[in-house]
């Protein structure tokens, strides 16, 4: 099949293809080993502890030293499972100074799923955390955090010899039903997704030290690259702490960012819904902002008192942002800043940057990455970030990349400035008996706000079909009119289903 034609991109500024030196990230920790401040909190429930950046350096060159009495070497494997905690830091430190290979596993996994990780990439070690279901028939030796997290210090070695193409991390998509498979994360993809970072960072951060401490929750795992990426790259760069909770629900959410005084909070979109819904029922005077105008409207003020005056800022990544929940959160005077990107991309494609919002966008490519759009409106990406493919997956490597573009299976459109629009996955698409063209997203989205309608899914082959979970007492029939009002010819619902 032939590929499709490339849609020529619109003016925007050159990007810096420099390649990445593989240096960078031990010279990073090395660097970032001598910050004389808070690194990471950890509230597990019932208490909280507090580590320095020195702290978590001494961690991390323990495990190192620990890694290497077992001769654990480089281009060998760590199987990690584990929620958010000090010891997952020093882990992927000690890993990447040692050039050992990580292999993260989500901590909402099964033991199941994480035996079959374990038996494709056949890791020296285990080691684990103490919130996931457990490893008891493991074929390798089991290591605990909790333990890591003890030990302060190891010997003097000399730096390990590493370069680009060295795999840093192997990092599993998928599983549960299918084959899983592991991208391949080098350190050339990860020191590419750094300086990015810092070249954004740098001007600001004269800023930051009048604000000093700056502390950031992040309810990402860290078995994600975005989650990663905020604890273990950005927030040394401004420098600021990092907050792990075991406990994510929306009033101890809300809790921890006042009594902690937070500024920013780092999760994935789901988690602004759930902060909606609290805060909607809290103070019901936030249910309706349709006629709210200008920034920071004096009559959230109860609000903003209940996170604290210090929190400002939503950091949003792993999903689609919905363009009301946006609106919602930036109403009440939120700076809302989202991102796009894919674990194969290391995981930053484009990023709004937060003192420069681009509203309903995913901002503009990073620095070293290139994006081009399909003729059949898929996002194509290219740099330096980008895996060279999939663990022990020749098949699958192939498939992802179209004369050296890797593809996303998004479908977007670049803006006159160079920003970014992700309307949806390209699977998901629908295309009508006409050939018009329809995102579930956005049909989704003018469903999800008519009154009594809890969710909703839109699918169809070749029309639109909605599947609606409603309030006791409201008629699918009176939604669906509602909602074929507000939508394009082409959108409209032609049949529904209630779950």
């Known amino acids: 099949m032939a590929s499709p034609a490339l849609k020529p991109e619109p003016p925007r500024p050159p990007v810096s293809m420099r390649a990445a030196n593989p240096s960078e990230l031990p010279a990073f920790l090395a ?53 958010s905690r ?20 989500d901590p909402q996994s099964s033991s199941a799923l994480f035996h079959r990780f374990e038996q494709k990439v056949k890791p020296r070690i285990v080691l684990l955390g103490e919130m996931v279901a457990g490893v008891e028939s493991s074929q390798v030796p089991v ?43 080098t350190h050339r993809n990860l020191a590419a997704s750094l300086r990015p970072l810092e070249e954004q960072v740098a001007p600001y951060r004269k800023y930051f030290r009048l604000l000093s401490p700056l502390r950031v929750l992040n309810l990402l795992p860290m078995s994600h690259l975005f989650g990663q990426a905020i604890a273990m790259f950005l927030a040394p760069l401004v420098p600021a702490s990092v907050v792990f909770l075991s406990n994510a629900g929306p009033d101890e959410i809300a809790r921890q960012i ?16 759930v902060l909606r819904n609290f805060v909607q029922h809290r103070f019901p005077e936030t249910r309706d902002i349709s006629g709210v105008t200008g920034p920071w409207p004096l009559r959230f003020r109860s609000v903003h008192r209940l996170f604290g005056w210090r929190f400002c800022c939503f950091v949003v990544g792993g999903a689609p942002l919905a363009p009301d929940l946006e609106e919602f959160w930036s109403k009440l005077g939120f700076v809302v800043a989202q991102g796009y990107g894919l674990t194969e991309t290391a995981p930053i494609i484009s990023f709004s940057h937060p003192f420069h919002v681009q509203e309903k966008t995913a901002g503009k490519p990073i620095a ?31 498939a ?59 699918i169809g082959k070749d029309g639109v079909h909605a599947v609606l979970a409603l309030e ?20 409209r619902v032609r049949s529904f289903s209630l779950w």
Not at 415 to 442: C, N, Q, S
Request: charged share 25%.
């Open 258 to 273: 006042g009594t902690r005084r937070i500024c920013a909070l780092v999760s994935v979109p789901k988690v602004l819904e």
């Open 31 to 83: 660097r970032i080993a001598k910050i004389d401040r808070e690194f990471i909190v950890y509230d597990n429930g019932w208490r909280g502890w507090a580590y320095s950046y020195a702290g978590i350096a001494g961690m991390a060159g323990a495990l190192a030293a620990r890694f290497r009495a077992q001769g654990i070497n480089k281009g060998d494997k760590v199987l990690l499972w584990s929620e």
């Open 143 to 185: 290591w605990r955090l909790r333990e890591i997290e003890t030990a302060s210090t190891g010997p003097p070695h000399p730096r390990t010899a590493l370069t680009g193409d060295d795999v840093a991390e192997i990092v599993f998509t998928s599983g549960t039903t299918a084959e899983p498979k592991g991208v391949l994360m």
């Open 86 to 105: 000090p010891g997952w830091i020093a882990a992927l430190w000690a890993c990447l100074m040692e050039g050992i290979v990580l292999v993260p596993v």
């Open 400 to 458: 992802a990349f179209q004369d050296g573009w890797f593809r996303t299976g998004d479908i977007g459109e670049l803006g006159p400035e160079g920003e970014l629009v992700i309307r949806g996955r390209k699977k998901e698409l629908i295309v009508t008996p006409e050939g018009l063209k329809v995102f579930p997203d956005d049909v989704e989205s003018v469903l999800n706000r008519i009154e009594g309608v809890r969710e909703s899914a839109v």
């Open 368 to 398: 070293g990455v290139q994006i081009r759009i399909a003729e059949d409106g898929e996002v194509l990406v290219r740099g330096d970030n980008v895996t060279p493919g999939y663990f022990q997956a020749p098949a699958e490597t192939a």
């Open 472 to 491: 006791p007492g409201v008629q699918g029939e009176d939604v669906i009119r509602t909602a074929n009002q507000r939508l394009e010819p082409h959108q």
